[in-house]
C-alpha cells in the first residue's frame, strides 16, 4: 500500500521528509528528475513514525528526486 509520494530536492547531499506513521518496515522507491551537482549514490533511512532521509555520496548532490514509501 502506498502511503507517500512526491518529490525531494537534495540540499548539501541530504534531504529528510516528514512521513507521520512510517514503519521501519516500510519500502522507499527513489527515481532522479533531474540530475543537479555532483551526482552520487542514494540511500535512505526511517526515522519510526516520523520521516525517512535521503543521503547521497556526494556532498554535492543538488538533485531532485521522486519518491515513493510502500508498506
Same mark, same amino acid.
Given at each position: 500500500?502506498?502511503?507517500?509520494r512526491?518529490?525531494?530536492?537534495? =540540499?548539501?547531499?541530504?534531504?529528510t521528509? &516528514? =512521513?507521520?506513521?512510517?514503519? &521501519? ?29 535521503? =543521503?547521497?555520496?556526494s =556532498? ?12
Open positions: 500500500m502506498l502511503i507517500a512526491g518529490e525531494l530536492t537534495m =540540499v548539501a547531499g541530504t534531504q521528509v &516528514n =512521513v507521520p506513521r512510517i514503519p &521501519n518496515t516500510a519500502v522507499v522507491v527513489l527515481s532522479p528528475r533531474s540530475l543537479l551537482g555532483t551526482i552520487g549514490t542514494l540511500a535512505w533511512s526511517i526515522n519510526a513514525g516520523v520521516s525517512f532521509t535521503v =543521503v547521497s555520496t =556532498v554535492l548532490d543538488l538533485s531532485v528526486v521522486r519518491y515513493a514509501v510502500f508498506v
